[in-house]
């Protein structure tokens, strides 16, 4: 699909249904994930194994853990790293669509968004309409965990920003901001694969995380270098770090908001998204 949506405007789904399977990244699992049409909006998670059972809308309440991915509670089931599939939907317009997962974790792929923008172009997009406006945020939020923050200031459009700050000198200090559209997505942010250091792989997998990790789905910094170049980017791990965003921010669904995370993490990105479900629901009569 080389047209994408201009903006995000608009209301669509997915012209038809696509799968895909592959390996969780920290289960070593493998998984299988069905994306279909839907006629309501915001995105519905539904079980493979239990085609009968209501399907149930994703929303920052269900965040079970956020230890190196966004894991979800839904329906007394639990699912791991779901933010780079979600950051596909949201990042390319999808507005509204079915997930059926089999498996306790969403494939990692290649550790980017690409090949979930991939599925979503050969499926195609299904217009609605124009979208209700995204609420309007009425005031600047900010969230700390010790030196790191997240903020959400009112905007016309999206906005994100990321910065992180390493020790080793392969990653450094890395700064982007940009305002997001549906193409810029695809072409600067959904390619940006997951990182990590060689210094923690030991004691992440004695953890039981990372079990299906490897060079061909994770870069690995080892100080002053990467293990497996090239990088896809000069500053892939910080637009790696915008993608992680986008994704735990449409739990909630994307904010008409200028949002800058420093040093961020899924725990900060999952309750900015509750706080702005939280700001955006209606009043109590």
């Known amino acids: 699909m080389s047209h994408w949506p201009a903006d995000f405007a608009g209301a669509h789904t997915l012209a038809s249904e696509g799968e895909i399977a592959g390996v969780?990244?920290?289960?070593?699992?493998?998984g299988r994930v069905r994306l279909a049409p839907s006629s309501r909006p915001g995105f519905w998670l539904g079980w493979l194994d239990r085609p009968g059972s209501p399907l149930q809308?994703?929303?920052p309440t269900q965040v079970w853990d956020t230890t190196l991915c966004t894991a979800l509670e839904v329906g007394g089931r639990?699912?791991?790293t779901v933010e780079h599939l979600l950051a596909a939907?949201?990042?390319?317009?999808?507005t509204q669509a079915e997930i059926w997962v089999d498996g306790p974790e969403v494939p990692l792929l290649d550790g980017s968004a690409l090949p979930w923008?991939?599925?979503i172009a050969s499926i195609g997009l299904h217009s609605l309409g124009p979208c209700p406006p995204a609420a309007l945020l009425q005031r600047p939020l900010t969230l700390h965990a010790g030196a790191s923050f997240v903020t959400a200031i009112p905007a016309d459009g999206l906005?994100?920003?990321a910065a992180i700050a390493f020790d080793q000198p392969a990653i450094g200090r890395q700064f982007l901001a940009l305002e997001l559209t549906p193409q810029r997505f695809v072409e600067e942010i959904a390619p940006a694969r997951t990182f990590g250091l060689r210094s923690q792989v030991e004691q992440l997998r004695h953890a039981g995380l990372i079990q299906g990790g490897g060079l061909d789905n994770a870069l690995v910094c080892d100080g002053d270098r990467w293990l497996n170049p090239p990088l896809r980017f000069a500053d892939e791990p910080v637009r790696h770090k915008i993608l992680d965003l986008l994704g735990d921010l449409a739990l909630v669904g994307l904010p008409r908001a200028q949002v800058f995370a420093y040093r961020g993490s899924h725990r900060l990105h999952t309750?900015?998204?509750a706080a702005?479900?939280?700001e955006f629901a209606p009043s109590p009569a």
């Open 24 to 30: 969780g990244l920290h289960s070593g699992a493998s």
């Open 57 to 59: 809308r994703l929303a």
């Open 78 to 80: 639990r699912l791991a």
């Open 89 to 94: 939907l949201a990042g390319t317009g999808v």
């Open 117 to 119: 923008v991939d599925l």
């Open 159 to 161: 906005h994100l920003g």
């Open 271 to 273: 309750a900015l998204a």
């Open 276 to 278: 702005l479900a939280a």
